[in-house]
């Protein structure tokens, strides 16, 4: 930076601090070490409160965390000066979604679609919402204006599929498996284990181990999702391997 008489300006250092700890937070997220994210973006709010942007990746991270009503509250604290946000407005919008609040969620939407039209993402959120609620024909409008505005035609049109009750895909598109498997990680082994009663790693390994025949030097475990099988495996084997979509 420059003085109006040309000289140099030191930059501002409590700036320069919380532009790196914003950095730092993105890395992080994109690294899926949500936890990390959230400590970095609040310790970066903590040098300069307020800017948009850093608040706006906090809700994001607080969505991944599963804490939809605080990310709720971070959004609503973007609206509260700029309520035209439009990335604001979506992410208050799968908070909402995650609460179960589908219409207050689709109000949402709907204000982000009035400001800019061209969403396509935000158009196929609203259709899974609609699909939710049973109003199909509805459904399917917004997922044709997703892949109109060029959205991923080959996931919008599989939820076409889905509410026209046309043929499907011989396969779901690897993105969706991803994306879904991908926000169900956080509650899937509590989900699985203590609510559904998934007992199968722990079968497969006490019949390993009651065949006394390792330990094996290497393991492969297909599908291995969080890693369920894999932890109880290791103790038998010199290198397990897991492998899933």
């Known amino acids: 930076d420059m003085s109006h008489d040309g000289r140099a300006v030191d930059p501002d250092p409590v700036f320069e601090s919380a532009k790196a700890l914003f950095l730092d937070g993105l890395a992080a997220f994109n690294a899926a070490r949500f936890e990390d994210a959230e400590r970095l973006f609040v310790a970066s ?7 948009t942007s850093t608040l706006l990746n906090l809700a994001a991270t607080r969505l991944k965390l599963q804490r939809p009503v605080e990310a709720i509250d971070v959004a609503d604290a973007v609206l509260a000066t700029q309520p035209d946000n439009v990335d604001a ?3 208050r919008a799968g908070g909402l979604a995650k609460l179960g609040l589908q219409e207050q969620a689709l109000d949402a939407f709907d204000g982000a679609l009035a400001i800019d039209p061209s969403l396509a993402e935000t158009w196929s959120q609203r259709g899974g919402l609609l699909r939710e609620s049973g109003r199909l024909a509805e459904a399917a409008q917004a997922f044709e204006q997703a892949i109109a505005r060029g959205g991923d035609a080959e996931l919008n049109g599989y939820y076409l599929a889905a ?3 046309t ?3 011989a396969a779901a598109p690897a993105d969706y498996i991803e994306g879904l498997f991908d926000d169900y990680s956080a509650s899937f082994e509590q989900h699985l284990v203590a609510g559904l009663g998934y007992r199968a790693p722990t079968v497969l390994i006490e019949t390993l181990a009651a065949i006394g025949a390792g330990p094996f030097r ?3 475990d297909l599908g291995c999702g969080t890693g369920l099988c894999g932890a109880l495996v290791r103790p038998h084997v010199e290198r397990p ?3 899933d979509l």
């Open 45 to 51: 709010l903590a040098a300069v409160p307020g800017r």
């Open 89 to 91: 407005l979506q992410l």
């Open 163 to 165: 509410v026209r009750g």
């Open 167 to 169: 043929p499907p895909p």
């Open 218 to 220: 290497s393991a492969l």
């Open 241 to 243: 391997t897991g492998v």
